[in-house]
């Protein structure tokens, strides 16, 4: 199955409620792609739903079981990524993701970032943004995937 490498927006299952940068990857750094919007459900242990909808021209809402999170692309030397801000939490922390989407879009996969690589002590997005391209052949950078289909 031919896919398209699309930046996103969501993490490694309970990552995703447990965001602990602060602040974003990137200023967005694309529109918000129409093929991402809709409802996802996940076949895991525990059956996991997703909803991305449009914010504005280059913002996401992401409802993620029931935490609300604000999304935009964040791409960093070529590498199409995520910024994610959970909204639902008073502190704003951000976590950072990559995703594909099937030739079909039926089939949304996304990867957190592995935080021993790019630690959350991280302290800003340059220094960020440097061990992102010093690990990008590395192929722990990103968890493991998980796969939601389209509802």
Same mark, same amino acid.
């Given at each position: 199955? +031919?896919?398209?490498?699309?930046?996103?927006?969501?993490?490694?299952?309970?990552?995703?409620?447990?965001?602990?940068?602060?602040?974003p990857l990137?200023?967005?750094?694309?529109?918000?792609?129409?093929?991402?919007?809709?409802?996802?459900?996940?076949?895991?242990?525990?059956?996991?739903?997703?909803?991305?909808?449009?914010?504005?021209?280059?913002?996401?809402?992401?409802?993620?079981?029931?935490?609300?999170?604000?999304?935009?692309?964040?791409?960093?030397?070529?590498?199409?990524?995520?910024?994610?801000?959970?909204?639902?939490?008073?502190?704003? +922390?951000?976590?950072?993701?990559?995703?594909?989407?099937?030739?079909?879009? +039926?089939?949304?996969?996304?990867?957190n970032?592995?935080?021993?690589?790019?630690?959350?002590?991280?302290?800003?997005?340059?220094?960020?943004?440097?061990l992102?391209?010093?690990?990008?052949?590395?192929?722990?950078?990103?968890g493991?995937?998980?796969?939601?289909?389209?509802?």
């Amino acid at each position: 199955m +031919k896919t398209t490498l699309v930046p996103l927006l969501v993490v490694g299952i309970l990552a995703l409620v447990s965001c602990e940068y602060t602040f974003p990857l990137a200023e967005p750094t694309q529109h918000v792609d129409k093929r991402l919007l809709g409802d996802y459900t996940a076949s895991t242990p525990k059956r996991e739903w997703l909803k991305i909808r449009r914010l504005d021209d280059k913002h996401y809402v992401v409802v993620y079981d029931g935490t609300i999170f604000r999304a935009h692309h964040s791409d960093v030397n070529g590498m199409p990524l995520v910024s994610l801000e959970n909204i639902d939490d008073a502190n704003g +922390k951000w976590t950072y993701l990559s995703w594909q989407l099937s030739e079909l879009d +039926k089939v949304l996969t996304i990867r957190n970032l592995d935080k021993k690589l790019v630690p959350y002590e991280t302290t800003d997005a340059a220094a960020t943004a440097k061990l992102l391209i010093a690990n990008r052949d590395n192929p722990t950078l990103f968890g493991e995937p998980i796969v939601f289909r389209r509802n």
